[in-house]
């Protein structure tokens, strides 16, 4: 059996198969590279090598690559030239370029081929000036190159991705010399990416052999890559070419196109204000920040600070240069290898605050409380767990008597603690399994790993009160907006997605990636009061800084403290999490800031105006509506006089001016006379808005719903649901009504209500 079908047949783990895949990849040029170079290239170790080596029934690596070569030798006995396919472009959600790949050129040399004609003495004269004026032209080392020049392979690689200057200056050497025979010039591309660091993590980058080494480049390399060509000529065991026989060209495939998710406009807005979060406050880690769509679970943005640019991916950043220099060998490569990691997907951390949100739902869902229970919990400033004493991170006072939703607000452990006990354990791990912080979540990038949990068996009473509050455990920042968007989308789990399409490149075929749907975890009355709980945390409580003029915000804060005694190691995560507009979620964001300084590290005070920027800046360009866009003024319209006209009369008078009418009548329209309207003539609403029709002096009545602290959207739907009408002053949410809550008014009676920014 050929080894390559040996390869094929053999089971590797993961970390094998990418050296496996590099080995291949490089063909005849492991040859010169040791055990010691190829594990640095694909950042493994020399050890891991010698395992495959033996899976393949070889004694250690060295043999195995002598076996491989000679199998390689002998089949480029037929093959003069491997022909590059064009490797498939990226394109943000609105067909702006991300990734493309440029026209350069690879310069390759049949040493057979390269012969002086006239005397045949010569030949080795002219190869060592060929040699020369490679050396000359592309900064080569002479020697090395003049090996390839002399040597007996059937094709040898001198130089790839050689922009155009420096392939117009070997050809004016080659006119110049006469030489017409053995130098290639041989169309090849180089990846590009046109806005330098942007995405970078999540896009990655490509090696000198045009392969995905990281991020979306990696992970879908068999769609972007495409399947090389090549020229075919017949050739004997010793090389030479058999006389009256012609070249065959089998065409290459090129790589298919990627569209993804992100929104670019969205992803510069992220990384802008990441980037200043990170630098002005001193976070020493670096952040996160992820968006997302709930209703589909694409990914509007993700970025990870600091970045790298990626048309130079193996330059160190501004961070890691520092000290880059000192590193050992394995140790700058290592360095690479993290600066390339995608945080947001592939490194764990403790949620800290936000994942009370997970804990108040499973409450809610399970009936074990509701959201304004009088008195439900108490906040002593502190909570006795077994001999285990667990503060409340308010550290002048307690939070007292509390309800669900204060306990939120005031991001209150005890009170959680209180609320964990109550779910049991049992219970608690089946909403974890449910909003999917016991799998990886899918995503179609590269390095998800598990989440770390203890056993449910072994969970003692004061882990349980620590994961009520989310500490103690790790999961990925993927997995905490993927849970909090299943909330925002009524109850239901998404899986995330950031490739929307592929196209063929040579068909023009479009593959669609649909949204997909994992489960339903709560019902939609359980999001909605969870949803509102968020809203009161941004408007009243510890989120307050999160909020965004003209739009309804939900959030929560957290704050992760490090482990005892690690506290140098492990540092604080300050996170903030968002969702809005609250009434029909379109956009949630979270942001992890990582080990900031100790004098500022509270979630709501760091990252909550970081998140405030970000969103003021996204949400219109979405194109969702803000409150503040326009005057109410400029919408109203004067109810008209329609009292003593049939109700048939009056309904399309009515009607016609943009209102909504409604009759107490069964008699006939046509006939039956308007006697009493409700608003009264003159008076100014909204299009929509309830005219109340009676054909005798009776009324219908209607109760005045409490609307503090609901927003427009919410206190016009309860009005209107409730046969009312709504006159509006200001923006934000509702802090006043006329008439009061509880009133007994007239069907149709406007109430006016005063919104203000909190």
């Known amino acids: 059996m050929l080894i390559v079908n040996q390869i094929e047949n053999t089971h590797f783990s993961k970390t094998e198969r990418e050296i496996v895949d590099y080995i291949i990849d490089q063909g005849m040029n492991i040859e010169k590279m040791s055990a010691n170079e190829i594990a640095r290239n694909t950042f493994t170790s020399a050890p891991l090598l010698v395992r495959i080596a033996k899976k393949l029934g070889y004694s250690g690596f060295n043999e195995f690559k002598s076996a491989y070569l000679k199998e390689l030798a002998y089949n480029q006995q037929s093959i003069n030239q491997i022909i590059s396919p064009k490797r498939g472009t990226i394109y943000d959600s609105h067909g702006q370029i991300l990734a493309t790949s440029a026209s350069v050129d690879t310069i390759t040399i049949n040493p057979e081929k390269i012969k002086d004609s006239k005397v045949s003495s010569n030949t080795q004269a002219l190869k060592e000036k060929v040699a020369k004026a490679f050396s000359d032209i592309f900064g080569l080392d002479y020697d090395e190159t003049l090996k390839k ?86 050739k004997s065991a010793s090389q030479e070419e058999i006389p009256n026989t012609e070249e065959t060209y089998i065409a ?100 800290g605050s936000v994942f009370k949100l997970i804990t108040a739902a499973t409450a809610l869902e399970e009936n074990i409380t509701d959201t304004d229970v009088a008195n439900d919990f108490k906040c002593n400033g502190y909570e006795m767990v077994g001999t285990t004493r667990i503060n409340c991170w308010k550290t002048d006072g307690t939070h007292g008597s509390q309800d669900l939703r204060h306990a939120l607000m005031n991001s209150c452990n005890p009170a959680l603690i209180q609320l964990g006990a109550r779910i049991g354990t049992t219970t608690l791990y089946k909403y974890y399994r449910a909003f999917g912080f016991f799998d990886t979540t899918g995503v179609d990038l590269p390095g998800e790993p598990n989440s770390i949990f203890k056993e449910e068996s072994t969970v003692l009473p004061v882990e349980r009160a620590t994961y009520s509050f989310g500490q103690r455990f790790s999961i990925t920042p993927l997995q905490m907006i993927t849970a909090i968007s299943a909330i925002a989308n009524d109850g239901i789990l998404m899986k995330p997605r950031i490739v929307k399409s592929i196209t063929n490149t040579d068909t023009g075929a479009v593959t669609s990636i649909d949204p997909e749907e994992v489960r339903q975890v709560i019902s939609t009355e359980t999001a909605e009061k969870v949803k509102s709980m968020m809203q009161s945390v941004v408007e009243y409580g510890t989120g307050k800084r999160g909020g965004v003029t003209g739009y309804t915000v939900g959030g929560k804060t957290g704050t992760s403290e490090p482990m005892p005694g690690r506290e140098d190691l492990d540092g604080y995560v300050a996170t903030y999490v968002a969702i809005s507009p609250v009434e029909d979620t379109q956009v949630v964001l979270l942001l992890n800031l990582y080990k900031p300084p100790k004098s500022n590290h509270q979630g709501g005070t760091l990252a909550g105006p970081v998140v405030s920027q970000m969103l003021t800046e996204i949400l219109p360009l979405l194109g969702i509506p803000s409150d503040a866009d326009s005057s109410d003024d400029e919408n109203l319209i004067t109810v008209p006089e329609v009292r003593n006209k049939t109700i048939a009369e009056a309904e399309k008078i009515l009607k016609n001016a943009g209102f909504t009418t409604k009759i107490t009548t069964s008699n006939d329209k046509n006939s039956t006379v308007v006697t009493e309207q409700v608003p009264k003539p003159g008076a100014t609403l909204s299009k929509d808005s309830i005219i109340m029709l009676y054909d005798q002096d009776t009324r219908t009545s209607a109760t005045v719903p409490d609307l503090t602290g609901k927003s427009k959207y919410q206190a016009t739907t309860e009005l209107k649901n409730a046969n009312l009408n709504i006159s509006i002053e200001g923006t934000g949410t509702v802090v006043s009504q006329d008439p009061p809550k509880g009133s007994n008014v007239d069907a149709g009676t406007v109430v006016k209500v005063t919104l203000k920014q909190v």
């Open 149 to 234: 020049v002399t040597s007996t392979s059937n094709v040898e690689t001198i130089v790839k991705k050689v922009e155009q200057d420096k392939v117009d200056e070997l050809k004016a050497w080659m006119k110049e010399n006469k030489i017409s025979t053995g130098i290639n010039i041989d169309e090849d591309t180089k990846r590009y990416y046109p806005h330098n660091s942007v995405l970078a993590q999540v896009l990655g980058s490509c090696g000198s052999d045009n392969q995905g080494l990281s991020g979306i480049e990696y992970e879908w390399k068999d769609v972007l890559s495409g399947t090389p060509g090549k020229i075919v000529s017949s």
């Open 252 to 351: 290459a495939e090129n790589g298919s196109d990627l569209t993804l998710t992100v929104d670019l406009n969205i992803q510069k807005i992220v990384e802008k204000y990441l980037k200043q979060a990170v630098d002005e406050n001193n976070v020493e880690n670096g952040g996160t920040c992820i968006v997302m769509d709930p209703k589909t679970g694409d990914i509007l943005a993700m970025a990870t600070y600091p970045s790298y640019d990626l048309n130079n991916p193996f330059t160190p950043n501004e961070y890691v240069a520092k000290t880059y220099d000192s590193l050992s060998s394995e140790d700058k490569a290592n360095t690479i290898y993290k600066m390339w990691s995608n945080k947001a997907v592939s490194e764990l951390y403790e949620p």
